[in-house]
């Protein structure tokens, strides 16, 4: 590899969380990158053995697919082995990415029973031989989810192909596809078994699944929510952004998924728990001195914002989500408050940020001035240096002050110095 950079001989598989690359004897090498693999678990008790679960160890596949397997080889597994595990049909390969205790608070998590479960075993570590195998099958996944593709389409099958992945003997692949409704697609598996000449497994994944395969970034700048720790995905519907008091706007609200984003959910619980101590004004409230209309709510705040105008922002009054309540238990008694401009505003501070406030081109504008009198400067000078000069004689005149002095006053001191 002579002339050949090593970053640039090193590939990076995110989709499975490992660097292959070739050393200077030509041997290949697959190491473990924590850090790569999606929906990864933080081991927070390293090197702490649990001899129960000491057995026991977390192995994952391409994207989000893993699993709890059970290390029955006798050989010494730790966390970044590539190890040869059982699979339905053959034999796979996978990364060990969790080991010791944490693996246990993932089964419970997972609500596996150790004791009932009927667990796959890990048969041993992965040889160089088994390694380059399964980079031979690897090679063939992009080529094949595009023949698939083609193949669906020639057969006018509704359904997309997003996603293919070979098993680690490259006897079966697995194709995630997406569809609105039921596809029937056993003839596109005899197709796809005579034209790839391996074991096929169809496997249906949502919208929300296919974003969290792929990955991306999000509005906010961060990685997506599916593609990062989101496992299980919960329906989402606009009242979320309803109580939220946000636009229902589908640009804005949509994810790259082309659903309801994920974290419409977030702060849903936060603003339903306020929302259950702000009145319901089904009408104006009655003052002495006008009818006083809702013109916005502040929720997480708990204020709401009156004015005697309806049709105006500019002269707003908040109140206290309590203080409404009282004024429409007051007003169903028929009493009236003397007037909303008496009531106090609310004393509790707003986080201010400086974020925003500001002008993106008041740095263009100082400039700008600072062009312009570095320009007048530069003028003068020139004006200066082209402006003709006066004779000495001119300069000295000119540069003798006058005498202001009065004629009487001057007659006067000749006067007295003839005299002397």
């Known amino acids: 590899m002579e002339g050949i950079d090593t970053n640039e001989a090193k590939q990076f598989d995110c989709s499975r969380g490992c660097i292959v690359e070739r050393t200077d004897e030509g041997e290949l090498k697959c190491t473990y990158r924590p850090g790569c693999c999606k929906l990864e678990v933080y081991d927070w008790l390293p090197g702490v053995v649990q001899e129960k679960y000491r057995n026991y160890f977390e192995v994952r596949f391409k994207n989000t ?66 390694i380059e195998k399964w980079q031979e099958a690897i090679a063939h996944e992009h080529e094949t989810m595009i023949r698939a593709r083609q193949i669906a389409a020639e057969m006018g099958l509704e359904m997309k192909i997003g996603d293919v992945e070979y098993q680690g003997d490259g006897t079966k692949a697995i194709f995630y596809y997406i569809a609105d409704g039921r596809v029937d697609f056993r003839q596109l598996i005899k197709v796809f078994a005579e034209e790839f000449r391996i074991r096929i497994e169809m496997k249906q994944i949502g919208a929300r699944q296919e974003a969290g395969l792929i990955g991306g970034l999000g509005v906010c700048g961060r990685e997506l929510c599916c593609s990062n720790y989101i496992s299980s995905f919960q329906s ?21 998924c082309g659903k309801l984003k994920c974290c419409l959910n977030y702060e849903t619980a936060v603003y339903m728990d306020a929302q259950s101590r702000i009145p319901k004004v089904n009408g104006p409230l009655e003052f002495q001195d006008g009818l006083a209309y809702l013109m916005k709510t502040d929720i997480l705040r708990e204020v709401m914002y009156f004015s005697y105008d309806q049709n105006s922002l500019a002269n707003l009054y908040p109140l206290a989500a309590a203080d409404v309540l009282d004024i429409i238990r007051m007003n169903r008694r028929g009493e009236k408050p003397e007037s909303l401009k008496s009531e106090p505003e609310p004393s509790n501070l707003e986080f201010v940020t400086a974020v925003g406030d500001d002008s993106i081109t008041r740095f263009d504008e100082t400039r700008k001035k600072k062009k312009k009198n570095s320009r007048n400067r530069q003028q003068n000078r020139q004006n200066r240096q082209t402006k003709p000069q006066k004779p000495a004689s001119v300069q000295q005149q000119a540069s003798r002050k006058p005498d202001s002095r009065k004629p009487d006053s001057r007659k006067q001191e000749k006067n007295e110095a003839s005299g002397q």
Do not use: W
Request: hydrophobic share 40%.
């Open 65 to 130: 697919r893993k699993g709890i397997y059970l290390n029955a080889s006798g050989q010494t597994v730790k966390m970044g082995d590539m190890v040869i595990v059982e699979a339905a049909n053959g034999h796979d390969l996978g990364i060990v990415t969790l080991e010791g205790p944490v693996v246990a608070r993932q089964m419970i998590c997972k609500k596996i029973n150790p004791e009932t479960a009927a667990l796959k075993r890990i048969y041993r570590k992965a040889k160089l031989f088994d």
């Open 236 to 256: 989402i519907t606009t009242a979320a952004a309803k109580c939220q008091d946000l636009s229902l706007n589908p640009q804005k609200l949509a994810g790259q």
